[in-house]
């Protein structure tokens, strides 16, 4: 007895979602997650890779299986059946993508809102101006315009940091114990919020365990904020090119615990100021 | 409906003060055919010095510390290389090249509406190109911003070069817009008597949506480019924030032609494919009226799409919101478009020639590229993906996995109207083999490369990459290899081919219907008025449609 063909698809569609699934959840295709938006980002990278990785082996599939089923014989010179389309296939193989592709959408737009790209930086960046003013000389307000990142949600206990990037390094201060250095020092457990101006030529700071970029422009600041959720040292990489010596722009975020990060600040705070 | 036309191959009497024989193909040729075979071997051409200069970068890259060339020489590679491969190899083929060739054969014209703007677009491409190559030797080298050439960065870098690249790249837009001008004067004004646009081959579609987005946003580049050269010798400050400029908006300008140079580059290899597969697969193209469509909306929806490039510049949120849903939204008329193809091989009886299965990778390659397209249209994916290796992964998906490949088919399926001869199979599958596998080898690690932190754009990089970085080159290698067999055939079977017949693959869309190469000014007779161009299965059919099951058709051959 032969099996319906209708049970063999449907028993193919359950096997091909399933092992799409797999993937999404086996396969391990991103560095380690160390800050807290990361784990909200594989969020969506699973669920993006399990539609794809069912809907290329699908079509994949289908495209192989034509070729094998539908070649021509030797000899053939027949035609095929005159099909030329069919309305309810069309509207499905539109609608279906289209619902997909919207729910992708909204989706991800709450796991932007989730990581704070979505906060308003207009509103927010009053509170920090009056904080470095204390530290800068005073500059035109238009200096101290945010003009895009991704801010903050909620304001309490944030851990400022101005970061100049230049050809080919990043400088990272620290305004409120007024320390200068080369690499990035965070605490785990505490927002920390980059404000970033560019000298020279456009750079990107990235750090791929962070899940997170944000171009850094001259003439215009922009911010990026995170909270770091696990200790260690991870890459911190330009990702525009911005000169010969692009490739070579790097630098380190550590994380620490909260108690070595205070220790941290009072070994390299410096003596004098106070 | 051939009978009339595959009479006797008298040479005709040729009147024209026009060089003939091999002499015309250097001459200021009027003659359309003369031209798309002008625009094919040129950009084959810059496509070797494009994939030398890709030798170099995958050279450099098979060690993690920059070794091969000097820094400076690595960022000039890696912009002539992105400049060649997109202005000088895809967009004048799969448009100037092949539009040129069969346009005025799809409206059943005898050339296209301005032969001598034709011309004069083609003989613009060789001169910008050497005079992009030159400026390698000038003082300071060729530019070093990349083929996006991002200020401020293109105003610090060596002058001499940036500005010949400027001067190339607006005479390469300048051939673009006029050869838009004329397709879209064809198409529209040069159709023969009764031919309604809904009966045209949808390859006239495709150049008919890619010439309104050439006409409409090379323009605003060639504007833009002007602004820059303008900061650069004159000292202006449009995008200098020195002097008050704004970096952002030349993003903005830049990816406002540079989106729809993608589709620019893929809207005409769907028009091909969708003529190649008909033929092969011997059934009629899938879904005609919604192929049409589909093309519009993607004109549409690929001009507002252009600030997903720029989602980690300086990009208010909202903007970034609807430039996700609209970019994600293309995924659909661009869908519908691969299941109508995958509809028409449904069923069909297909000829497994090189020119299917050349067409057959490109429709699972291109999905790969659509499907990290889509995944790169999300703000929050975009923003840890942005300018890295995955990013290089995902376009060479789209313009070499997806366009190329059209146009390796595109050669296998038209190479016996060009010569009249037949291209070697064997030899056309090696060239397959070779190039699914290192294509795949090469790119596909690129993905993982990039989701695990390397920037593109690198001379250098970490260590820890160097083992997929070496797979990747590994794979480039094996592309350069496989244009061996492509060669080898193209050239050996031009004098050496067996002779093909007027129409080898007994295919209906009208460049077949005269003889093979076709005649001066296309057809001996009246041009023939096809109304179906896709008219398979409806003759010549012995078993009555009605009542035969699919399975009788597949087993009752003898
Ligand atoms: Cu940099
Ligand atoms: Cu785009």
Known sequence: MRIPPAIITLVLGMMLVLFGLWVANDVSLLPESASLNAPVYDELFKVLLAIGTVLLLGITGIVIYSLVRFRRRQGDSLDGEPIEGNLALELFWT???????????????????????????????????????????????????????????????????????????????????????????????????????????????????FRLKQDVIPGQQTVLSFTARKPGDYPIVCAELCGPYHGGMRSHVVVHNPDDFSSWLEKTAPPTLS | MTASLTQTREPSPAPSLQPTGWLRYLSFSLDHKVIGLQYIVCGFLFYFVG???????????????????????????????????I??????????????????????????????????????????GLLLISSYFVHGGAAQSGWTAYPPLSLTTPATGQILWILSVLLLGGSSIFGGINFIATIVKFRQPGLKLMMLPMYCWAMLGTSILVVLATPVLAGTLIL???????????????????????????????????????????????????????????????????????????????????FTSGTPPWMRLFFTIATAFIAVPTGIKFFNWIATLWQGRLALTTA????????????????????????????????????????????YGGTVFVIFASIYHWYPKFTGRLLNEPLGQLH????????????????????????????????????????????????????????????????????????????????????????????????????????????????????ARGRDLWTSQP
């Open chain 1, 95 to 209: 609608a279906v993508p289209a619902v997909v592709v919207l729910f992708i959408g909204i989706y991800s737009y709450d796991i932007y809102d989730r990581m704070g790209g979505m906060q308003s930086l207009s509103m927010h960046d009053h509170a920090p101006r009056e904080q470095l003013a204390s530290v800068r000389h005073a500059e035109p307000s238009d200096q101290d315009r945010l003009w895009g990142g991704i801010g903050i949600r909620g304001s309490a206990d944030v851990l400022p940091v101005e970061v100049t990037a230049l050809q080919f390094a990043f400088i990272f201060h620290y305004p409120e114990q007024n320390i200068t250095s080369g690499e990035l020092h965070v605490p785990t457990g505490r927002p920390v919020e980059l404000r970033l101006r560019a000298n020279d030529v456009i750079h990107a700071f990235w750090v791929p365990q």
């Open chain 2, 51 to 85: 994939g030398a200069l890709a030798g170099v970068i995958r050279t450099e890259l098979a060690t993690p510390i920059s070794d091969f060339v000097s820094r400076e020489v690595y960022n000039q590679v890696l912009t002539l290389h992105g400049t060649v491969m």
């Open chain 2, 87 to 128: 202005f000088l190899w895809i967009v004048p083929v799969v448009n100037g090249g092949f539009g040129n060739y069969l346009i005025p054969f799809y409206v059943g014209a005898r050339d296209m509406a301005f032969p001598r703007l034709n011309a004069v677009a083609f003989w613009m491409i060789p001169p910008s």
């Open chain 2, 228 to 310: 820059l050269s303008l900061d650069i010798v004159a000292h202006t400050g449009f995008f200098n924030p020195g002097l008050g400029g704004n970096v952002v908006v030349y993003q903005h300008l830049f990816w406002f032609y540079s989106h729809p140079a993608v589709y620019i580059m893929v809207l005409p290899a769907f028009g091909l494919v969708s003529e190649i597969l008909p033929v092969h697969a011997r059934k009629p193209l899938f879904g005609y009226v919604t192929m049409v469509y589909s093309i519009m909306a993607i004109v549409i929806l690929g001009l507002i799409v252009w600030a997903h490039h720029m």
């Open chain 2, 356 to 399: 299917m299965l050349f067409s057959c990778a490109f429709i699972i390659q291109f999905v790969f590229g659509g499907i990290t397209g889509v995944a790169l249209a999300q703000v929050p994916f975009d923003v840890h993906v942005h300018d890295t290796y995955f990013v290089v992964g995902h376009f060479h998906y789209i313009v």
């Open chain 2, 432 to 547: 397959l083999l070779l190039t699914v596998i290192g294509f795949n080898l090469c790119f596909a690690p690129q993905h993982w490369l990039g989701l695990n932190g390397m920037p593109r754009r690198v001379a250098e990089y970490d260590p820890s990459f160097t083992v997929v970085n070496q797979i990747s080159s590994v794979g480039a290698l094996m592309m350069a290899i496989s244009t061996l067999p492509f060669l080898i055939n193209v050239i050996g079977s031009a004098f050496r081919g067996p002779r093909a017949g007027d129409n080898p693959w007994r295919a209906l869309t009208p460049e077949w219907l005269t003889t093979s190469p076709p005649p001066v000014e296309n057809w001996r007779g009246a041009p023939p008025l096809v109304k179906e161009p896709y008219g398979y299965g409806h003759s010549g059919n012995p078993i009555d449609l009605q009542t």
